[in-house]
């Protein structure tokens, strides 16, 4: 790919990370300030399109990405440089330490992240013993405006002790990504997760659509690695 190719792909994922809105060339060349012709920038999108990194809605003219785009954007980002806000990490901590038993105060860390990331937080102290918390604040994001896909990730839920023991085994002891088919919650769902505690026995994941914000997930659940 490209440079400018990249640099394009990079700002159509992180603009509609924020917005929830297709992105188009005008918006680019106008709002980016890109030194590049319209007529340009509408060439490389297309070519990104064609190779599978972007794709548009049939009523838009704006591009929005793919698994293929999210993945190859995670691929480039440097996550050794992220860090959470210090307020953020204090919130963590202080949520954490409310609690004596260390699986009370895990899920009051959960219920934080909720909070302080707007994605579904799931919990596992093993393959089968799990507990999840912010499902309405997933499903009030725009990616589920369709009823469909609401019941397809509630039913998905309904049955994570059928889906959650092949997870387990692949789940590291450091935060990864998980997209479309590398995970079993649904392929338009993203998955960020850990093993965490003694012998990291445990795992905890951060689900959400594929339109998340990766780096600000990614500063906060390794935040949490410092003391849980």
């Avoid at 909070?115 to 919990?123: G, Q």
Wanted: glycine letters at 6%; hydrophobic letters at 40%.
């Amino acid at each position: 790919m490209e440079t400018r190719q990249e640099q394009l792909l990079q700002l159509v994922i992180e603009n509609y990370i924020k917005t929830a809105e297709p992105v188009g060339s005008r918006f680019l060349v106008t709002e980016a300030g890109l030194a590049w012709s319209e007529a340009t920038v509408r060439n490389d999108l297309r070519e990104l399109e064609e190779a599978g990194y972007l794709t548009h809605p049939h009523t838009s003219a704006g591009r929005i990405p793919t698994t293929k785009g999210y993945r190859h954007y995670i691929q480039k980002l440097n996550f050794s440089g992220l860090e959470l806000p210090k307020k953020e990490s204090s919130e963590l901590e202080k949520a954490f330490k409310a609690e004596d038993e260390w699986e009370a105060a895990c899920k009051q860390l959960a219920k934080t992240m909720v909070a302080l990331s707007t994605e579904t937080v799931l919990l596992a102290f093993s393959s089968e013993k799990v507990y999840y918390t912010g499902l309405a604040s997933l499903f009030q994001k725009p990616d589920f405006g369709e009823q469909s896909l609401v019941v397809d990730v509630s039913a998905m839920f309904d049955t994570l002790d059928e889906v959650l023991p092949d997870f387990f085994n692949i789940v590291a002891g450091e935060p990864k990504y998980f997209l479309g088919a590398e995970h079993p919650f649904g392929e338009k769902l993203t998955v960020l997760s850990t093993r965490f505690g003694e012998d990291d026995q445990s795992l905890i994941a951060l689900v959400g659509p594929q339109r998340m914000d990766y780096k600000h997930n990614w500063a906060l659940l390794n935040n949490i690695l410092q003391f849980v």
